[in-house]
């Protein structure tokens, strides 16, 4: 796991934002649990997430998306790095206009925060019947509960995005959605099952 570490390493020392330990165990187990097979995740940053997940288990595929092109050749070395090119496909392109077809187990989205409710309805199609949809940063350091955290507009702006967005989620017709206050916030949405 020296790998790993020097990952979070690299991370912590470049500021790249990787999902929190508690939120990474939390989905690797659910991962493990529930039997998925095929992760699809928006936003690849350093690889970090895409490879905790291929490493639940050696029969776990990931195709992940980034479109930051510094990020995204850093992901490829620490893919490699771990011997996970065969099972993690990085593609490098915007999410918001990648055409991934198939379907997936499990979609991971994690990428630009304003644009959380632009990838659900665009990759939902990509979502298997009994699969779930992952989303990360709810909590966005404690300040969507508590904006008055911050007095910065722009932040202030995207905390009312990811309100929106919780909003959007606990009003779908068609699926439901759990919250867990793990890491820095995450729900699970799934589908209903039909009458």
Same mark, same amino acid.
């Given at each position: 796991? *020296?790998?790993?570490?020097?990952?979070?390493?690299?991370?912590?020392?470049?500021?790249?934002?990787? !999902?929190?330990?508690? *939120?990474?165990?939390?989905?690797?187990?659910?991962?493990?649990?529930?039997?998925?097979?095929?992760?699809?995740?928006?936003?690849? =940053?350093? *690889? %970090? @997430?895409?490879? !905790?997940?291929?490493?639940?288990?050696?029969?776990? #595929?990931?195709?992940?998306?980034?479109?930051?092109?510094? $990020?995204?050749?850093? =992901?490829?070395?620490?893919? /490699?790095? !771990?011997?996970?090119?065969?099972?993690? /496909?990085?593609?490098?392109?915007?999410?918001?206009?990648?055409?991934?077809?198939?379907?997936?187990?499990?979609?991971?989205?994690?990428? =630009?925060? @304003? /644009? %959380?409710?632009?990838?659900?309805?665009?990759?939902? #199609?990509?979502?298997?019947?009994?699969?779930?949809?992952?989303?990360?940063?709810?909590?966005?350091?404690? !300040?969507?509960?508590?904006?008055? $955290?911050?007095?910065?507009?722009?932040?202030?702006?995207?905390?009312?995005?990811?309100?929106?967005?919780?909003?959007?989620?606990?009003?779908? #017709?068609?699926?439901?959605?759990?919250?867990? @206050?793990? *890491?820095?916030?995450?729900?699970?949405?799934?589908?209903?099952?039909?009458?």
């Amino acid at each position: 796991m *020296g790998e790993i570490l020097e990952i979070k390493k690299y991370a912590k020392e470049n500021h790249v934002p990787i !999902m929190q330990d508690e *939120g990474i165990a939390f989905l690797c187990d659910y991962i493990r649990t529930h039997s998925v097979k095929r992760v699809l995740e928006i936003g690849t =940053a350093i *690889g %970090y @997430s895409a490879i !905790m997940f291929a490493s639940t288990s050696p029969d776990v #595929e990931v195709v992940t998306i980034e479109r930051d092109e510094t $990020l995204f050749k850093e =992901a490829l070395v620490n893919i /490699q790095k !771990m011997k996970l090119e065969d099972r993690i /496909q990085v593609v490098f392109e915007d999410a918001l206009t990648a055409n991934i077809t198939g379907k997936f187990d499990l979609i991971f989205i994690d990428a =630009a925060k @304003s /644009q %959380y409710q632009k990838f659900f309805l665009k990759y939902q #199609e990509n979502l298997a019947d009994d699969g779930v949809i992952v989303t990360d940063n709810l909590s966005f350091h404690g !300040m969507v509960e508590h904006p008055e $955290l911050t007095q910065n507009r722009n932040t202030r702006q995207l905390i009312h995005k990811i309100q929106d967005y919780i909003e959007f989620l606990k009003n779908l #017709e068609d699926y439901e959605t759990t919250f867990y @206050s793990l *890491g820095d916030g995450v729900s699970v949405t799934k589908k209903k099952p039909k009458n």
